[in-house]
């Protein structure tokens, strides 16, 4: 007798699924990414300039309420649009992709796996809030620790339309810099993570595929609506108020240049923690240090910027809370402030 899971309408259904899935990726990201970075490249390369600072003048980074409300409704204007897609794929990988395949690819802790993770991630070009509920839902498919981590940061950390920004805007050096940390931090922090949850991914991977089979059973629309409506309750209120709570601290984030010596140790331990907390949309981080450098900023907070002020958030952490262990987020967010100081140190000898 043939298993149903085997069985050719099944296999055409997975067929169809995962056909809709790639579709909706697709068609969205060339919506919400693709196509406006075309168009933003071609602007970097002839001005120089892909926008100004959503921090405004650094002059100006006194405490108000006017303020505050003013950059939570510029930072939701320019990413509402791909939190929705965030929300709208994290729900469908756990609807459309079988879990078996999933598993069986990104289920390991390995370094392929962690690798085939990272690598997925560069066609995404999303922020780190966005693609939070990306990497949530590849958590509940049971996708290990290092792999759903390396998709989550190589987001934003590799997004290779932002490397291309930076090219124009601010110098190959900078890229080169980002490239060289960033690395370190998706692939090799990613695959370190795995140590801190040894219990995250059995062993037995054909057992909790066997498993995982079972749970993808159902109408696939009725999986959908919970799995979407699970997501939505709990990702909206919770980015929405940690966004305001940043936007809150922000004033006392970044030291304003003026007052301070722009170039110092203490002064790079500080961005790269600043940076860390602090959120932002894709490619804000090059504006911003354009800002702060015309300010008078250092080479090296400026370096610091460069990694942690897109690599993660204090709204994505609390994003991706329930998906990854306590324990693997304090690694995380150790790690970016470390390499985030190491990248400044090395911006202060080559930028």
């Known amino acids: 007798m043939n298993d ?31 196509m406006p970075y075309y168009g933003k490249s071609l602007t970097a390369a002839t001005t120089h300039s892909i ?42 990988v756990q609807v459309l992709i079988p879990s078996n395949w999933l598993m069986r690819v990104l289920g390991k802790t390995s370094f392929g796996s962690t690798a085939i993770g990272g690598l997925s991630s560069l066609p995404g070009m999303m922020c780190t809030c966005c ?29 290779p339309a932002v490397l291309i920004f930076m090219t124009f805007v601010l110098s190959w050096k ?7 940390f960033g690395l370190l931090l998706v692939f090799g922090v990613s695959y370190l993570a ?14 909790v595929v066997e498993k995982a089979e079972e749970d993808d059973g159902g109408p696939f629309f009725a999986r959908w609506m919970k799995s979407l ?7 909206l209120p919770t980015y929405f108020l940690s966004v305001l709570v940043i936007a809150l601290v922000r004033p006392w984030l970044f030291p304003l240049v003026a007052d301070v010596s722009p170039n110092t140790v203490l002064m790079i331990v500080l961005f790269a923690i600043g940076g860390m907390l602090f959120v932002i949309p894709t490619a804000a981080e090059i504006p911003i240090i354009q800002t702060f450098m015309s300010a008078g900023l250092g080479a090296g907070p400026a370096g610091a910027l460069l990694l942690t002020l897109p690599a993660i958030s204090l709204p994505s952490l609390l994003l991706v809370a329930r998906s990854f262990p306590r324990k693997v987020l304090w690694f995380t967010a150790g790690s970016v402030v470390l390499l985030g100081i190491a990248s400044g140190l090395t911006g202060l000898l080559v930028l």
Request: avoid cysteine; glycine fraction near 10%.
């Open 131 to 159: 693609a939070a509920p990306v990497a949530a839902g590849l958590r509940k498919k049971n996708v290990s620790v290092g792999a759903a981590l390396a998709f989550w940061l190589g987001n934003p950390v590799l997004n």
């Open 194 to 207: 795995n140590r801190f949850a040894p219990n995250a991914v059995p062993a037995e991977v054909d057992r």
């Open 174 to 180: 900078f890229t080169l810099l980002r490239v060289g």
């Open 51 to 92: 926008g100004d600072s959503i921090l405004g003048d650094p002059a100006d980074s006194g405490f108000s309420w006017a303020g505050t409300w003013s950059y939570v409704i510029s930072y939701f204007n320019a990413v509402w649009k791909a939190a929705i897609l965030g929300i709208l794929l994290g729900s469908l």
């Open 229 to 235: 409506g699970t997501m939505a309750l709990y990702v």
């Open 4 to 34: 149903p899971a085997t069985s050719p309408s099944s296999s055409k259904r997975t067929v169809l699924y995962v056909a809709l899935f790639l579709l909706v990726a697709v068609a969205g990201l060339a919506y919400v990414k693709w």
